[in-house]
């Protein structure tokens, strides 16, 4: 008894096989699964390019993300070293707005969500501990959207309360800013995180917070050194800022008529920065007393002489003082002998009458109060020099010429008028036509991409994937596909023609072979057959009906 291999089928399985319906079946699934090997070759071809969605976050902040990315069903993957998760380009900036809106990421600090999670039971100084944790995640948080910041973090040094007022202290604030590749911060931007912070913290002033960088640079200038000078940073920026200023001026008006690139400017101002307060009287020459203000006049009269006996009846009423003295503003002239001149006073015999007047007058001042203020402009330098006129030749050859007196005299009075030229306060100004050195520019060709290897290098990947791919492709349809096709096109002929035509065609001087090649091909064959041999073709069909019969 012959024994059966190990790969031998069975007879259900073979006789299944070789039956018409088993050979169907088998041809029409490896024809579907030749149709998914094609279509995942095509798959992996066109595979996506990932780009970063977030980089640089906390192990929670991870967790989080790859758990929300799973439920939408989004792929994702990790960048070498593990510091970033990537996902397709064209679903990043989706997954970026559907992870905000769960609060993803939520970064490594706290903020005043911690206190929501209070637990009953927590000591006093259990919940200011948190509570100053909240304050400096919040702060931290704060810090972190300006747009320089990678990471920020705060420490905040909050002393007891106390009663005693020799005992209270000021609270301080440290921060440590971790900068973007390649950013600064000027300082109104540090003085901008100072404030903020001082701000945010009851009884902080602004000189006990402190400012660092990720490489221990001190950003805080609390106390504004000053250099040799005596100008605090804030001075020197002003003098740049406005010499700048100038020259951005001058640059702008004078472009349109010399072309881009063909003016150069540079401006020096000199700046005062001191404070000055003046105080003035200034008293005016005497004048004329007819045209002068009087501002008091005293005037006393006595008579000396003779005095006469009481008169009058003696009493109360005879008894009473003097009625005060009085006197004219004006004094009239001298009149005749023995008259006063306030009163006109008749003198008595043997007795003299005195008279003293004191006129006093307005002094006319002027009272006056200067305040000068700070960073006045005492004295402008500018330097201007422009290129020659580019002029082209009836040759085609440019040739630079030298602008004309006209034209510079133009160009010196638009600069005098851009700059706020002031001969008075000792301003000067240059205007030099000369031509630039290295003007002309070479042109720079592109770097071939061969030269480039990494452009080389990924231009390879990519067409090596889509050759890769194409050449799977073939071979799957020329080894697997076409030959399962042509199975089942061959399944599908009709079947060999009866044994009397093949009799018949064998007695014929032409011998036709017929071959079971297809029933397009049979067919053509026999209208072939019975163009060429019409008898032929006759006596078949004759021999067919003599057969049925």
Same mark, same amino acid.
């Given at each position: 008894?012959?024994?059966?291999?190990?790969?031998?089928?069975?007879?259900?399985?073979?006789?299944?096989?070789?039956?018409?319906?088993?050979?169907?079946?088998?041809?029409?699934?490896?024809?579907?699964?030749?149709?998914?090997?094609?279509?995942?070759?095509?798959?992996?071809?066109?595979?996506?390019?990932?780009?970063?969605?977030?980089?640089?976050?906390?192990?929670?902040?991870?967790?989080?993300?790859?758990?929300?990315?799973?439920?939408?069903?989004?792929?994702?993957?990790?960048?070498?070293?593990?510091?970033?998760?990537?996902?397709?380009?064209?679903?990043?900036?989706?997954?970026?707005?559907?992870?905000?809106?769960?609060?993803?990421?939520?970064?490594?600090?706290?903020?005043?969500?911690?206190?929501?999670?209070?637990?009953?039971?927590?000591?006093?100084?259990?919940?200011?501990?948190?509570?100053?944790?909240?304050?400096?995640?919040?702060?931290?948080?704060?810090?972190?959207?300006?747009?320089?910041?990678?990471?920020?973090? #705060?420490?905040?040094? =909050?002393?007891?309360?106390?009663?005693?007022?020799?005992?209270?202290?000021?609270?301080?604030?440290?921060?440590?800013?971790?900068?973007?590749?390649?950013?600064?911060?000027?300082?109104?931007?540090?003085?901008?995180? #100072?404030?903020?912070?001082?701000?945010?913290?009851?009884?902080?002033?602004?000189?006990?917070?402190?400012?660092?960088?990720?490489?221990?640079?001190?950003?805080?200038?609390?106390?504004?050194?000053?250099?040799?000078?005596? =100008?605090?940073?804030?001075?020197?920026?002003?003098?740049?800022?406005?010499?700048?200023?100038?020259?951005?001026?001058?640059?702008?008006?004078?472009?349109?008529?010399?072309?881009?690139?063909?003016?150069?400017?540079?401006?020096?101002?000199?700046?005062?920065?001191?404070?000055?307060?003046?105080?003035?009287?200034?008293?005016?020459?005497?004048?004329?007393?007819?045209?002068?203000? #009087?501002?008091?006049?005293?005037?006393?009269?006595?008579?000396?002489?003779?005095?006469?006996?009481?008169?009058?009846?003696?009493?109360?009423?005879?008894?009473?003082?003097?009625?005060?003295?009085?006197?004219?503003?004006?004094?009239?002239?001298?009149?005749?002998?023995?008259?006063?001149?306030?009163?006109?006073?008749?003198?008595?015999?043997?007795?003299?009458?005195?008279?003293?007047?004191?006129?006093?007058?307005?002094?006319?001042?002027?009272?006056?109060?200067?305040?000068?203020?700070?960073?006045?402009?005492?004295?402008?330098?500018?330097?201007?020099?422009?290129?020659?006129?580019?002029?082209?030749?009836?040759?085609?050859?440019?040739?630079?010429?030298?602008?004309?007196?006209?034209?510079?005299?133009?160009?010196?009075?638009?600069?005098?008028?851009?700059?706020?030229?002031?001969?008075?306060?000792?301003?000067?100004?240059?205007?030099?036509?000369?031509?630039?050195?290295?003007?002309?520019?070479?042109?720079?060709?592109?770097?071939?991409?061969?030269?480039?290897?990494?452009?080389?290098?990924?231009?390879?990947?990519?067409?090596?994937?889509?050759?890769?791919?194409?050449?799977?492709?073939?071979?799957?349809?020329?080894?697997?596909?076409?030959?399962?096709?042509?199975?089942?096109?061959?399944?599908?002929?009709?079947?060999?023609?009866?044994?009397?035509?093949?009799?018949?065609?064998?007695?014929?001087?032409?011998?036709?072979?017929?071959?079971?090649?297809?029933?397009?091909?049979?067919?053509?064959?026999?209208?072939?057959?019975?163009?060429?041999?019409?008898?032929?073709?006759?006596?078949?069909?004759?021999?067919? #009906?003599?057969?049925?019969?």
């Amino acid at each position: 008894m012959a024994v059966a291999g190990e790969g031998a089928l069975t007879p259900g399985v073979a006789g299944f096989a070789q039956s018409a319906a088993g050979r169907n079946i088998i041809m029409m699934v490896g024809a579907a699964l030749a149709v998914a090997a094609m279509a995942g070759v095509w798959m992996w071809s066109q595979q996506p390019d990932y780009r970063v969605l977030f980089s640089n976050f906390s192990d929670r902040d991870g967790g989080a993300i790859v758990a929300s990315l799973q439920q939408m069903n989004i792929p994702y993957k990790y960048a070498e070293g593990g510091g970033a998760i990537l996902v397709p380009a064209a679903q990043v900036h989706d997954a970026r707005l559907k992870l905000a809106s769960q609060g993803l990421p939520k970064g490594g600090n706290v903020g005043f969500e911690l206190m929501e999670n209070q637990k009953l039971g927590v000591s006093q100084f259990h919940e200011q501990v948190n509570f100053q944790r909240a304050l400096e995640g919040e702060l931290a948080r704060s810090i972190q959207a300006i747009a320089q910041v990678a990471a920020a973090r #705060v420490h905040l040094a =909050l002393p007891k309360a106390s009663v005693f007022v020799r005992d209270q202290q000021k609270p301080t604030a440290s921060v440590l800013i971790n900068l973007h590749a390649g950013r600064s911060l000027d300082q109104q931007q540090v003085n901008a995180v #100072v404030h903020l912070v001082a701000s945010s913290v009851p009884d902080l002033p602004p000189k006990n917070v402190s400012v660092i960088d990720q490489n221990g640079n001190l950003l805080s200038q609390n106390d504004k050194p000053r250099d040799a000078n005596g =100008l605090d940073p804030t001075q020197l920026k002003y003098v740049q800022e406005l010499q700048q200023s100038i020259v951005k001026r001058i640059e702008s008006i004078i472009t349109p008529i010399v072309g881009a690139d063909n003016v150069r400017a540079e401006a020096t101002a000199d700046v005062d920065f001191s404070h000055t307060e003046q105080a003035a009287e200034i008293y005016k020459p005497n004048q004329e007393p007819n045209s002068g203000s #009087v501002r008091s006049q005293q005037s006393s009269e006595s008579l000396n002489g003779a005095q006469a006996g009481a008169t009058g009846v003696p009493g109360a009423l005879s008894n009473q003082p003097p009625a005060p003295a009085t006197a004219p503003l004006t004094v009239p002239p001298a009149g005749a002998a023995g008259t006063s001149g306030a009163a006109g006073t008749v003198a008595a015999p043997g007795s003299s009458v005195q008279k003293d007047v004191t006129v006093n007058y307005e002094v006319d001042k002027t009272v006056r109060y200067v305040q000068q203020p700070m960073g006045g402009v005492k004295r402008l330098s500018v330097a201007v020099v422009v290129n020659y006129r580019r002029d082209v030749g009836k040759d085609g050859k440019v040739v630079m010429k030298p602008l004309s007196e006209a034209e510079k005299t133009q160009i010196t009075d638009l600069v005098r008028e851009a700059m706020g030229f002031n001969r008075d306060r000792g301003d000067t100004l240059n205007v030099v036509n000369s031509p630039f050195a290295g003007m002309d520019k070479e042109k720079i060709e592109p770097v071939p991409i061969w030269k480039q290897p990494d452009a080389m290098l990924q231009l390879a990947k990519d067409i090596g994937r889509y050759v890769l791919g194409i050449v799977l492709l073939l071979l799957l349809y020329f080894k697997i596909v076409k030959p399962i096709w042509a199975r089942i096109d061959a399944s599908l002929q009709p079947p060999a023609p009866p044994p009397a035509l093949a009799h018949a065609a064998e007695d014929t001087d032409d011998i036709v072979e017929i071959q079971p090649r297809g029933y397009e091909h049979n067919l053509n064959r026999a209208k072939q057959l019975a163009r060429d041999d019409p008898k032929l073709v006759a006596n078949v069909v004759k021999s067919w #009906v003599g057969t049925n019969e």
